[in-house]
């Protein structure tokens, strides 16, 4: 669905900080969303995490950067991170052309999904989210 | 209350609008990226009309700017012009700006827009015992920048005056497109280019100044010419190793420890700051500006930690990624023994102490960009 030009797909779920989630069969893999890729302008640099950290919900998962502004990421979900997107290291740009595909971010294996999914937003919900940041 | 200059009609359909200096200015229009690109590898234009213009003329014109100014305003001839910087008394920076000598009597300075109260102040109190006049006309006379290798093609094409005979730092009265204007051989890119004054083009009636930024567009077209927002004007003048008021100059700053010894002519008998200055040069700047390059990928900001063997040397007074040379990279202030170009440093950026080496400017491959390019 769309929100004004922003894309939402169906079948993410969400988080206020605009950071997607996609379920893969046990893994969660997690990138930023349209209206966060549009509000950046040109991503320049992604700081990726570290393969293997364990992180918690809403910790900082990484950035991704602009000539002249600084974007937390920060973790939809606790777990542990098993790939970060190398792709982003040569062409950060991604981050702006695919922001659902292959500008994706990190994968995290999920310690506690069934109690963090509670949290995230639904693309319904998201865009009703979005809707009510852009007055 | 916002302010606009004559061009924001234009600012706002076609570019993201930021607040800057309380004024109402596009960021960028196409993107920081390519509007960079533009003027490096073509020809870009800037609207600078909120940056301020003084007119100060009269008897002592030429004595009251060297005494509130560091350069030597006496060595300028008409249609000429120099950077230079205003100090106080401790020898700290009020403003860099240009002095352009328009007549034997009368120069334009064009202070930063976010000293404009300021300089004006300072400058209307220290002329009190001066018999000179000063004319805030920033309302009355629009100001662009031209900058890039294809700049003068593209003034040249509205001009029947040979373009290519003004110098570097030279100025002219010219008609461009039959609409009088001054340019100046200046500009805060580091490329070659102009500055355009448009006369009589008041904010209230901004036909003229429009006209002109619409036939520089014009006329640029088979250039590629882009228009380029606040955003690209920082990476550029930062690539070429310039300073911005209030990240890598301020009033507790003095011009030799910005490395901006070359506008201060010791020489002179008497300006405001002197006596500090004189001393300064004799001791050495204890702390004196750097450039920066990133070894590691990560881009440094300003008030970034500078750091040799997990001491803290300074900080990061400005920083960005240069799409020029793919990298981050920034200027700060290091101790004068630490300061040699090809010292390693580690820049603090988000937690990460990342390799950089310190080096000079400009930033990019001087062969290649560039006013002075060969290639």
Request: hydrophobic content about 35%; some cysteine.
């Amino acid at each position: 669905m769309k929100v004004n030009n922003y894309e939402v797909p169906e079948g993410l779920y969400y988080t206020k900080e605009h950071e997607w989630v996609k379920l893969e069969g046990g893994n969660c893999r997690v990138g930023v969303s349209d209206y966060a890729q549009k509000s950046l302008h040109e991503v320049v640099f992604v700081d990726l995490p570290k393969v293997g950290v364990k992180i918690v919900r809403s910790q900082s998962l990484g950035s991704v950067e602009s000539v002249k502004a600084v974007a937390d990421v920060f973790a939809p979900i606790s777990g542990e991170v098993t790939e970060a997107n190398v792709k982003l290291a040569d062409s950060p740009e991604l981050v702006n052309q695919q922001p659902y595909g292959d500008g994706w971010i990190a994968i995290i294996k999920p310690s506690n999904l069934k109690a963090e999914l509670k949290n995230l937003l639904d693309a319904k919900s998201y865009a009703d989210f979005l809707r009510t940041q852009m007055k | 209350m916002l302010s606009r200059t004559h061009l924001y009609d234009f600012h706002a359909r076609n570019g993201h609008l930021i607040e800057f200096s309380g004024f109402e200015m596009p960021l960028w229009y196409q993107g920081i990226v390519p509007e960079c690109k533009a003027v490096r590898n073509s020809v870009g234009i800037f609207d600078t009309s909120h940056m301020g213009r003084a007119l100060i003329s009269g008897e002592d014109s030429t004595a009251f700017l060297n005494y509130v100014t560091t350069n030597d305003v006496a060595a300028l001839e008409v249609g000429r012009a120099h950077y230079s910087v205003m100090c106080n008394e401790k020898g700290g920076i009020i403003d860099d700006f240009i002095v352009n000598k328009q007549a034997e009597k009368e120069y334009l300075v064009v202070p930063n827009a976010g000293n404009r109260e300021k300089d004006l102040s300072w400058l209307k109190k220290e002329a009190e015992r001066f018999s000179v006049e000063i004319r805030h006309i920033s309302d009355e006379v629009s100001m662009f920048a031209v900058q890039g290798p294809n700049a003068q093609k593209v003034l040249q094409e509205i001009s029947d005056e040979d373009l290519s005979l003004i110098p570097r730092f030279g100025g002219r009265n010219v008609d461009l497109d039959d609409i009088k204007a001054t340019i100046t051989r200046t500009g805060y890119t580091g490329e070659d280019g102009f500055e355009v004054f448009t006369w009589d083009s008041p904010i209230e009636e901004p036909s003229k100044a429009v006209a002109m930024w619409n036939a520089i567009l014009d006329h640029g077209k088979s250039y590629n010419i882009q228009p380029c927002g606040l955003g690209a004007r920082d990476v550029l003048r930062l690539e070429a190793g310039m300073c911005l008021y209030g990240n890598d100059i301020t009033e507790s700053i003095t011009p030799f420890q910005a490395r901006l010894g070359f506008v201060v002519k010791l020489t002179k008998n008497e300006f405001i700051g002197r006596d500090a200055l004189v001393r300064e040069k004799a001791e050495g700047a204890k702390s004196v500006r750097v450039g920066l390059k990133m070894l590691e990928a990560g881009i440094p900001r300003a008030e970034c930690d500078i750091l040799k063997d997990s001491q803290v040397l300074g900080k990061v007074t400005s920083g960005t990624f240069s799409p020029t040379t793919n990298q981050g990279i920034a200027m700060g202030y290091v101790p004068r023994e630490y300061s040699k170009t090809g010292g390693e440093v580690e820049i603090t950026v988000r937690g990460k102490n990342l390799q950089a080496v310190i080096t000079g400017f400009p930033f990019y491959d001087t062969s290649k960009y560039g006013w002075q390019r060969t290639q």
